[in-house]
């Protein structure tokens, strides 16, 4: 049964009015009045062009915005009680928002709009970002479809991307997903999703969501949670992801909520990705990738420098998580010249797969793991950027699906380091 | 006569709508007539209903069941004689039911003597009694009306060797308004049948009177100008008579047909009905707040009419193309169930016999702003067969008791105008008159107890409506008031309970009375006043400050 202590008496009053739908779009703000307009005209344009017929909800579940989110929100509702101009529409759009308890949290938003889900007994659930500003009504049908009428549990998208922007999904959430669960999932810390009934109504009651990853990276949990409960997957294609600026110092807290969430959920769902030996694909729709060549400024020098003085000064830290041959090799890169750096993918997937050991085996604390793999994952992105500078967009993917089979060539290693406890040098 | 003339007695009408042909044979040939209709006024009176709406029931070939009629002033031998019609008229008034009769204007059989003459030569004095055309090409791009039978608004007529212009089906040319001398012919129809006795007219197919080039032919002006001419000859003939106009328009067209209060005194509402399936379908209020909150407000002492189901389809001329398709997914996935731009159906089929759902439906049809009108069978149920062609599934006779041809005749079967019902759901064994008059739970004894309570209070008839809006988009509720009486209906749209918090501020103080049970409800406070509801579940509370 869900645990319905999250969802406040004035949202359950509003819960109420809405009653049982069939599909319900969750959108969880903080701050987003620049664009969740936008978002959330959209998502109503999807409602009514592809599911005229069906009972639908928007939720906004709002972390406390000092600006108009949620008031944003709630004037794309359609009742009889409020001229809502020539629409024609057969039925009321209830667009519903609520300020969940305690500080604004990504967690507590979701699980706010997953147990509204769940008491509203909706088929399907779609989570949209508010800050998507590239979403159009198509993305709703695309999201909501294959819960809605083919009965899949879990929805994860794919996006057309600049080449350069998403690193850390090309680099290392892809790639260790797809080696460890056996899923070519391309997105699996995703912005928008769907899922089903089934799924949420059992998710509600995983201990996930009282963690920190629960808190921090709920749609990373919620994709291990689909992929370890053994549910049914699709991939469907969006269209362009909306670039969000983000200033070099959010790279730790990324990376905290997706390295740090990824090695914490295998110690969850160990009896899950040890066993797995096959690759598969998902049932998709449109594209499995898209990038476009577009220039993006990023300064390489620096994440070269950056590399280095980290390797340096996180020596004693590295040299407990990581190997010693790794380790050494880690250090002669730090000093050639930058033209000859290459942090090549098998070297990469060692590093990463030591400090997953060392997370399991809690060397130190979690966080200082993870933040002693920032610079070595700027190095990465630094050898990245030069192997792709001039690559067409098959050239990248091959580049990515290279580095994919290097991680599940490697899986052994991190079984053997799993099992045997062995780690810094 | 009822004892008490009213002028505006029409707005507290419970209307029963009936074809004689249906109702009761009294000579055994199959045919319903009026001494059976007599026979069984008894029954209407018990049932509550104070006024007749008559289907044509004047000499008619009956190609479209008696539309298209071949004498205006005489009664289809089928049914009977004008003496017999003038006993059943009287004594529906000796019972306090008054009898409103319905005439097709526009047009008339082509076996009308009137047609007939016209035909005939193009110098015969009624030869411009008709729209008659060299060509089929004036008026072009006015919609066919019958789409599923008609290719075009014109038809070839050899005799004359022209074109006669019909909005209906080929055999029913359309009268030529712009003649003075078929206006005034109409008049001299309805003032025969005024001294009579009867208390007024449901007038078919007004829109189309007149034509003009360039123009849809429908709600012209002059056609506007032929009806107030007719109402204006009532009012200062025979005061407190009405009319009932069928015009199947948007809210905002049928306005115009109340003119300044002085063209018809009644007008179906018909883009409401369609909107009471879909909301209850839908289980949300919206269909139906919205339709209503687009009909403009009509001059004083008129009226809406109101009515779930009639003798035609359930039509879908005035919903959007969304809601048509949703409509005919919904309620005629069976496509034998559609015709023209409807679906061929009675209500307690189309409701899927759920008693619930017809319970909740004839209650909004009883609170809701308006005069009611009850389709003949609709009181207990009665099924339609849809095999039968055209409309006629809804035509079928009256069920009354078990017995030979659910004793409506004492006929052979085979002679009947038409089939029973026989089916094990609907069929006349099954659904009648004498079992559910044995039941007090029955279908019949409830709406003879939702009639009673509609009668008991004129606010239903000639009330204000203010919706209340809830947040709870299922539940329709809604204040009917009139002078210091008010009445809260709420409506559960839903197949499950719903709980609903209503903004009762205004009346704070007030006592809820529930009026089929007279049971109290708490007074009204400060906080929204809650209500649980049951599937498909009504109430309707009198409000009183004691």
């Avoid at chain 1, 963690?211 to 049914?232: F, H, K, V």
Wanted: with cysteine; proline share 6%; aromatic share 12%.
């Amino acid at each position: 049964m869900a645990d319905e202590s999250i969802l406040s008496d004035e949202l359950i009053r509003q819960l109420i009015a809405v009653g049982e739908v069939d599909i319900l779009v969750g959108l969880p703000t903080y701050n987003n009045a620049k664009t969740v307009a936008q978002v959330v005209q959209a998502v109503r344009g999807g409602l009514l062009k592809y599911f005229p017929r069906d009972r639908v909800a928007i939720l906004n579940a709002d972390g406390g915005s000092k600006d108009d989110s949620p008031m944003l929100v709630q004037a794309a509702s359609i009742s009889d009680a409020r001229n809502s101009g020539p629409l024609q529409t057969l039925r009321t759009l209830h667009c519903i928002s609520t300020r969940y308890a305690g500080s604004p949290s990504a967690g507590s938003a979701l699980r706010t709009i997953v147990s509204a889900a769940d008491l509203l007994q909706a088929k399907a659930c779609a989570i949209v970002s508010p800050e998507s500003d590239t979403i159009s009504p198509d993305w709703i049908d695309t999201l909501l479809r294959p819960i809605y009428r083919e009965n899949f549990d879990f929805v994860t998208p794919v996006y057309r991307r600049n080449r350069f922007e998403g690193m850390l999904v090309t680099n290392f959430l892809y790639p260790m997903t797809r080696a460890l669960y056996g899923w070519r999932i391309r997105e699996p810390y995703p912005t928008e999703f769907s899922f089903s009934y089934r799924f949420g109504n059992q998710t509600l009651n995983s201990d996930f969501w009282h963690q920190d990853p629960g808190q921090n990276s709920p749609e990373l949990c919620l994709t291990m949670a689909a992929i370890g409960g053994g549910y049914r997957l699709y991939q469907a294609f969006l269209g362009p992801k909306a670039r969000v600026e983000q200033a070099a110092a959010d790279l730790v807290v990324a990376m905290r909520h997706t390295v740090g969430t990824l090695f914490w959920s295998l110690a969850q769902n160990s009896t899950s990705w040890k066993d797995t030996t096959e690759i598969h694909a998902l049932p998709s729709t449109g594209a499995e990738y898209e990038v476009t060549t577009d220039s993006v400024r990023v300064n390489r020098k620096r994440l070269h420098q950056m590399f280095c003085s980290g390797v340096a000064e996180l020596e004693p830290v590295l040299s407990s998580i990581l190997a010693q041959q790794t380790l050494l090799e880690l250090k002669r890169l730090c000093t050639v010249v930058d033209d000859q750096f290459h942090y090549s993918d098998e070297l990469w997937v060692r590093t990463v797969y030591e400090f997953a050991a060392s997370y399991h085996r809690a060397v130190i604390s979690p966080d200082h793991i993870v933040q002693a793999l920032v610079p070595l994952f700027r190095g990465r992105v630094y050898t990245f950027l030069m192997d792709n500078r001039e690559s067409s967009e098959s050239e990248i993917e091959q580049h990515i699906e290279s580095l994919c089979q290097t991680f599940e060539r490697l899986k052994p290693y991190l079984l053997e380091l799993w099992a045997t406890g062995q780690g810094g040098s | 006569m009822p004892s008490k003339p009213d002028a505006v007695w029409y707005r507290d009408a419970v209307i029963y709508q009936v074809h004689v042909r249906a109702f009761q044979d009294s000579n055994g040939d199959g045919i319903g007539d009026f001494i059976g209709l007599t026979q069984r006024l008894d029954y209407l009176e018990q049932l509550g209903i104070d006024t007749l709406w008559l289907m044509p029931f004047f000499p008619s070939p009956l190609r479209d069941d008696g539309y298209d009629i071949a004498d205006y002033y005489s009664v289809h031998p089928s049914y009977g004689t004008l003496d017999d019609f003038k006993a059943f008229l009287n004594a529906a008034h000796q019972r306090n039911i008054r009898v409103v009769v319905e005439l097709v204007l526009n047009h008339t059989s082509d076996q009308h003597p009137w047609f007939q003459e016209s035909r005939k030569s193009l110098d015969n004095p009624r030869r411009d009694w008709y729209v008659w055309s060299d060509t089929d090409t004036r008026y072009r791009g006015v919609r066919i009306i019958f789409v599923d039978t008609e290719l075009s608004n014109w038809a070839w007529d050899p005799v004359s060797k022209s074109y006669y212009w019909h909005r209906f089906f080929s055999h029913q040319p359309d009268l030529n308004f712009d003649n003075p001398a078929v206006r005034e012919e109409i008049w001299n129809v309805m003032k025969f049948w005024l001294e009579m006795g009867v208390d007024g007219f449901r007038l078919d197919a007004v829109p189309y009177l007149v034509e003009r080039e360039g123009t849809s032919c429908e709600n012209l002006p002059a056609t506007h100008g032929v009806l107030k001419e007719l109402r204006a000859k009532l009012d200062q003939q025979f005061p407190g008579k009405m009319l009932l106009a069928e015009a199947n328009q948007w809210p905002a067209d049928l306005i115009p047909y109340f003119g300044n209060g002085d063209e018809f005194h009644m007008a179906f509402h018909f883009p409401l009905m369609p909107r009471m399936f879909m909301g209850v379908r839908l289980e949300d209020r919206k269909p139906i707040t919205e339709i209503l909150q687009q009909t403009p407000p009509i001059p004083d002492g008129c009226q809406w009419c109101l009515f779930l189901r009639n003798h035609d389809e359930l039509t879908l001329e005035m919903v959007t193309d969304l809601e048509r398709d949703y409509m005919y997914d919904e309620y005629a996935r069976d496509r034998s169930m559609r015709l023209n731009v409807g679906i061929r159906r009675r209500l307690a089929p189309l409701l899927e016999n759920d008693r619930r759902r017809i319970e909740l439906m004839n209650g909004l049809l009883m609170s809701l702003p308006g005069t009611p009108i009850i389709y003949y069978g609709d009181e207990i149920g009665m099924g339609d067969n849809v095999h039968l062609g055209d409309r006629n599934g809804v035509r079928t006779p009256m069920q009354w008791d078990g017995s030979w041809n659910a004793d409506f005749s004492a006929a052979d079967p085979e002679n009947l105008y038409s089939a029973l019902i026989l089916n094990p759901v609907y069929g006349y064994q099954v659904v009648n008159v004498a079992s559910q008059q044995r039941s007090p739970h029955s279908l019949l004894s409830w709406m003879r107890r939702l009639i009673q309570v509609r009668k008991s209070n004129p606010v239903f008839g000639r009330g204000s409506i203010e919706f209340l809006y809830p947040g709870n988009h299922r539940v329709l509720a809604f204040l009917r008031q009139l002078g210091n009486e008010t009445v809260l209906a709420v409506n559960n749209l839903s197949s499950a309970a719903q709980a609903v918090e209503l903004d009762l501020s205004r009346c704070k103080g007030h006592i809820l009375i529930e009026m089929f049970g007279r049971n109290l409800f708490p007074r009204v406070g400060d906080l929204p006043y809650l209500l649980t509801l049951g599937p498909y579940q009504f109430y309707w509370f009198r409000l009183r400050k004691l």
